[in-house]
């Protein structure tokens, strides 16, 4: 059975930062790319990043230069680095592998001053 334990999420003020993790359990982690996903209540779920397991990573514009992905295939973990956060990324941001219908429950990140 697959687990996805999304973690890192929390308030912080416009210009701040948080590091968000995935940890992953009853998955082949290294074999698959993952991604990070964040939805607005309301609205449609939307790709943030993702990191292949070829080491590219792809980013949606509203994040390049601002978020990084990463990933350690012996811990089983995804990470998104957010830095210079704004308001309009206030989301619960998921992690997800890709080509599977496996999601965690999410984290909740707040921009607000």
């Known amino acids: 059975q697959v687990r996805l334990v999304e973690a890192g999420g929390g308030l912080v003020q416009p210009g701040g930062s948080l590091r968000l993790s995935c940890a992953a359990s009853?998955?082949?982690?290294?074999?698959?790319?993952w991604g990070w996903y964040r939805q607005v209540p309301g609205n449609q779920r939307k790709w943030v990043a993702t990191a292949m397991n070829s080491g590219i990573t792809l980013y949606t514009d509203d994040v390049k230069g601002r978020f990084t992905i990463s990933r350690d295939n012996i811990k089983n973990t995804v990470y998104l680095q957010m830095n210079s956060l704004k308001l309009e990324d206030t989301a619960v941001y998921s992690c997800?592998?890709?080509?599977?219908?496996?999601w965690g429950q999410g984290t909740r990140v707040t921009v607000s001053s």
């Open positions: 997800h592998p890709l080509s599977t219908t496996d």
């Open positions: 009853g998955i082949s982690f290294s074999t698959y790319a």
